[in-house]
């Protein structure tokens, strides 16, 4: 079954030739890259090498221009966790049926209740009149899409008048959303994009003695929008893991690059995280919850008051996120760590 969805999108992608060149010319606008026609025909056989060589899963937009493929050499590219063999490996690591589950956020908000910091109903399952005692006048909360992603099923609402709630419950009201207490987050994140909540990206890999990991830390800025994730137009930039010194420029999916945040001008290279350790910590503890998922990307922050909170957890982090401050690949250092011995971090 595999082979023939394969095949089918080879064919398809030959077929659809002009549809596949003017998605790579968008890209490449998008990238600010110079280029003529030569050059997008040559990243069409490009992409098409590359899905041949690692599978159809090599996304377009996220890996081949999102992670930067289409810049870094072979070797960066079979080193790289961006390429379609990721989903493979993941497979392998975490458990098929309960990763499904985990990437649910009412799966997840009612497993790690106690790492949330923040109060939530599911409105699938909530009376009118828990709703509408769970709403205050004039405070905002975030609405999100029970199975969202990327930032792209996230709203943020707030109520002036019993109108406003009473509309807001005859929309919503056994519908597929949860509504959530905004979290305020403690003032050094808070300060690069005071319009977002920035969130840390860490991922966590347990190794094959049942040792969880920290392999990599990101952290993840809002760029003039509420939200802060990479594809909805954030910045990411990569931490040292054992200083919490943020060691890379920050960058954006279109390539861009910033060495203090665009908008609040607050520099972002060299920039050490105060309480490093805490966070850390505070993974290990999350990926112990559910050890049948070794893999995971998980959304952390500090609230104002102290606390870190858990925003979620993703056993499906993608390649765009990881690689794109890196000019080679992790798929190596993710594989050596999945295959060692012994704790820490």
Same mark, same amino acid.
């Given at each position: 079954?595999?082979?023939?969805?394969?095949?089918?999108?080879?064919?398809?992608?030959?077929?659809?030739?002009?549809? +596949?060149?003017?998605?790579?010319?968008?890209?490449?606008?998008?990238?600010?890259?110079?280029?003529?026609?030569?050059?997008?025909?040559?990243?069409?056989?490009?992409?098409?090498?590359?899905?041949?060589?690692?599978?159809?899963?090599?996304?377009?937009?996220? =890996?081949?221009?999102?992670?930067?493929?289409?810049? *870094?050499?072979?070797?960066?590219?079979?080193?790289?966790?961006?390429?379609?063999?990721?989903?493979? +490996?993941?497979?392998?690591?975490? =458990? *098929?049926?309960?990763?499904?589950?985990?990437?649910?956020?009412?799966?997840?908000?009612?497993?790690?209740?106690?790492?949330?910091?923040?109060?939530?109903?599911?409105?699938?399952?909530?009376?009118?009149?828990?709703?509408?005692?769970?709403?205050?006048?004039?405070?905002?909360?975030?609405?999100?899409?029970?199975?969202?992603? !990327? /930032? *792209?099923?996230?709203?943020?609402?707030?109520?002036?008048?019993?109108? =406003?709630?009473?509309?807001?419950?005859?929309?919503?009201?056994?519908?597929?959303?949860?509504?959530?207490?905004?979290?305020?987050?403690?003032?050094? %994140?808070?300060?690069?994009?005071?319009?977002?909540?920035?969130?840390?990206?860490?991922?966590?890999? %347990? =190794?094959?003695?049942?040792?969880?990991?920290?392999?990599?830390?990101?952290?993840?800025?809002?760029? /003039? *929008?509420?939200?802060?994730?990479?594809?909805?137009? /954030?910045?990411?930039?990569?931490?040292?893991?054992?200083?919490?010194?943020?060691?890379?420029?920050?960058?954006?999916?279109?390539?861009?690059?910033?060495?203090?945040?665009? %908008?609040?001008?607050?520099?972002?290279?060299?920039?050490?995280?105060?309480? +490093?350790?805490?966070?850390?910590?505070?993974?290990?503890?999350?990926?112990?919850?559910?050890?049948?998922?070794?893999?995971?990307? +998980?959304?952390?922050?500090?609230?104002?008051?102290?606390?870190?909170?858990?925003?979620?957890?993703?056993?499906?982090?993608? !390649?765009?996120?990881?690689?794109?401050?890196?000019?080679? /690949?992790?798929?190596?250092?993710?594989?050596? %760590?999945?295959?060692?011995?012994?704790?820490?971090?």
């Amino acid at each position: 079954m595999k082979s023939k969805v394969t095949l089918k999108f080879f064919l398809s992608y030959i077929k659809n030739k002009k549809y +596949w060149c003017d998605l790579i010319k968008a890209n490449l606008i998008k990238q600010n890259y110079c280029f003529d026609d030569s050059y997008v025909k040559f990243c069409y056989w490009d992409y098409y090498k590359l899905c041949k060589k690692y599978g159809p899963n090599t996304k377009l937009e996220t =890996d081949y221009f999102g992670a930067g493929l289409y810049l *870094k050499s072979d070797l960066a590219r079979r080193n790289s966790f961006a390429t379609g063999r990721r989903y493979s +490996w993941r497979a392998e690591m975490n =458990d *098929k049926a309960l990763s499904n589950k985990f990437d649910d956020k009412s799966w997840f908000y009612e497993h790690f209740s106690e790492y949330l910091g923040r109060k939530f109903i599911f409105l699938k399952e909530t009376n009118n009149d828990e709703i509408l005692k769970f709403i205050q006048l004039n405070t905002k909360y975030v609405l999100k899409e029970i199975h969202g992603e !990327g /930032g *792209k099923s996230v709203d943020f609402v707030t109520f002036e008048n019993e109108n =406003d709630v009473h509309n807001f419950v005859d929309k919503y009201s056994g519908s597929n959303y949860l509504i959530e207490e905004v979290l305020v987050q403690a003032d050094d %994140i808070r300060d690069f994009n005071p319009g977002s909540v920035n969130t840390f990206r860490i991922i966590t890999i %347990i =190794d094959k003695d049942g040792n969880p990991h920290i392999a990599q830390a990101i952290l993840r800025m809002g760029n /003039g *929008k509420e939200v802060d994730n990479f594809c909805s137009g /954030g910045l990411a930039a990569e931490i040292d893991v054992a200083s919490g010194v943020i060691k890379t420029i920050a960058v954006d999916q279109y390539g861009g690059e910033y060495i203090s945040h665009p %908008i609040t001008n607050k520099q972002i290279v060299g920039y050490r995280i105060e309480d +490093w350790q805490e966070y850390c910590d505070f993974c290990l503890k999350l990926a112990k919850v559910c050890p049948q998922i070794r893999f995971v990307g +998980w959304d952390i922050i500090k609230n104002n008051k102290g606390q870190i909170c858990a925003i979620e957890g993703n056993s499906t982090s993608g !390649g765009n996120i990881t690689e794109c401050n890196s000019l080679k /690949g992790h798929m190596r250092d993710f594989e050596k %760590i999945a295959n060692q011995s012994g704790g820490g971090y």
